[in-house]
């Protein structure tokens, strides 16, 4: 069984679990797809036997908090 852990840190990504929307296997090899998180909160699939970053699979929205000043004309 593969460590999916050392894998995803290897790829730079935090492992979230199993794939369940979009693709679900590698096109290149068939194992299944894995979730992974990076540092900025976009969620990646990646494969754990080719140990390669397939596709962004959510990016996160505008953050709460965030201040425009008016504009006067």
Not at 21 to 39: A, H, P, S, V
Request: one cysteine or more; proline letters at 5%.
């Amino acid at each position: 069984m593969a460590n999916f852990n050392r894998i995803a840190k290897k790829l730079g990504l935090e492992d979230a679990g199993e794939a369940t929307i979009g693709d679900k296997n590698c096109r290149e090899c068939g194992t299944r797809l894995r979730f992974g998180k990076d540092g900025q909160d976009y969620t990646w699939s990646y494969c754990p036997k080719c140990q390669k970053r397939i596709d962004t699979v959510f990016m996160p929205r505008l953050q709460p908090g965030i201040k425009v000043a008016p504009h006067d004309d």
